[in-house]
Nanobody, 122 residues
Framework: VQLQAFGGGLVQAGGSLRLSCAAS????????LAWFRQAPGNEREFVAR????????YYYDSVKGRFTISRDNAKNTGYLQMSSLRPEDTAIYYC????????????????WGQGTLVTVSS
């Protein structure tokens, strides 16, 4: 499984960005997807996850109501729509995949993309 995350950039506080995670894998719908982020000097933290079917999602408290995770299994792509961005959202964002759904622990995800940088200016 290969994942490629893209869509990051520089945005002002209050703005929006949509990240994409393109997967090269057969049976993409078997894999749960998640987004994590890592700010300088911090550990990698969970942001959101979505089941293989797309019917179940879960969010980190600080992004609830602002971020939306989704996927298009026909396109082998996952998304993270980010709105009302804050300077504290600045980080490298990573997408991850695993056959098992339900974890917020990055160590339990088998496949990772390379990360895309999101910078939110105040």
């Amino acid at each position: 499984v290969q994942l490629q995350a893209f869509g990051g950039g520089l945005v002002q506080a209050g703005g929006s960005l949509r990240l994409s995670c393109a997967a090269s894998v057969r049976a993409f719908s078997r894999f749960a997807l998640a987004w994590f982020r890592q700010a300088p000097g911090n550990e990698r933290e969970f942001v959101a996850r979505i089941s293989g079917s797309g019917r179940t999602t879960y969010y980190y408290d600080s992004v609830k109501g602002r971020f939306t995770i989704s996927r298009d299994n026909a396109k082998n792509t996952g998304y993270l729509q980010m709105s009302s961005l804050r300077p504290e959202d600045t980080a490298i964002y990573y997408c991850a995949a695993d056959l098992n759904y339900g974890s917020s622990d990055p160590q339990l995800y088998s496949y990772w993309g390379q990360g895309t940088l999101v910078t939110v200016s105040s």
